[in-house]
Nanobody
Framework: QVQLVESGGGLVQAGGSLRLSCAAS????????MGWFRQAPGKERGFVAAINWIGSRTADADSVKGRCTISRENRKNTVYLQMNSLKPEDTAVYFC???????????????????WGQGTQVTVSS
């Protein structure tokens, strides 16, 4: 069983930055692929970024490419999402997710992830 708790969301002006954190419980966190997804009001949950267990493979959605970086510190059981040059369209609830069935690869599909946090709100004002 893995529990995920996100933090770091908030209100920021367009062009600003935020770093989201996701703290995980459980001894096997370091072996799981991790992902970040987001959901804006009235929209489906969409992929943002993913990282494999050692951080050697990452993926970013086209909508955030060049502006977001996913990273992890396995000794701290934490995964991060650094977001720069934020835009109003980045406003959403951001969710951290774990895929216990993958280690070296990743998926961009939310249904492949079997553990989820409660989410943290990111609001970008224009």
């Amino acid at each position: 069983q893995v529990q995920l708790v996100e933090s770091g969301g908030g209100l920021v002006q367009a062009g600003g930055s935020l770093r989201l954190s996701c703290a995980a419980s459980g001894r096997t966190f370091s072996s799981y692929t991790m992902g970040w997804f987001r959901q804006a009001p009235g929209k489906e949950r969409g992929f943002v970024a993913a990282i494999n267990w050692i951080g050697s493979r990452t993926a970013d959605a086209d909508s955030v490419k060049g502006r977001c970086t996913i990273s992890r510190e396995n000794r701290k059981n934490t995964v991060y999402l650094q977001m720069n040059s934020l835009k109003p369209e980045d406003t959403a609830v951001y969710f951290c997710a774990a895929d216990s069935r993958r280690s070296s690869s990743y998926s961009v599909h939310s249904q492949e992830y079997n553990y989820w946090g409660q989410g943290t709100q990111v609001t970008v004002s224009s």
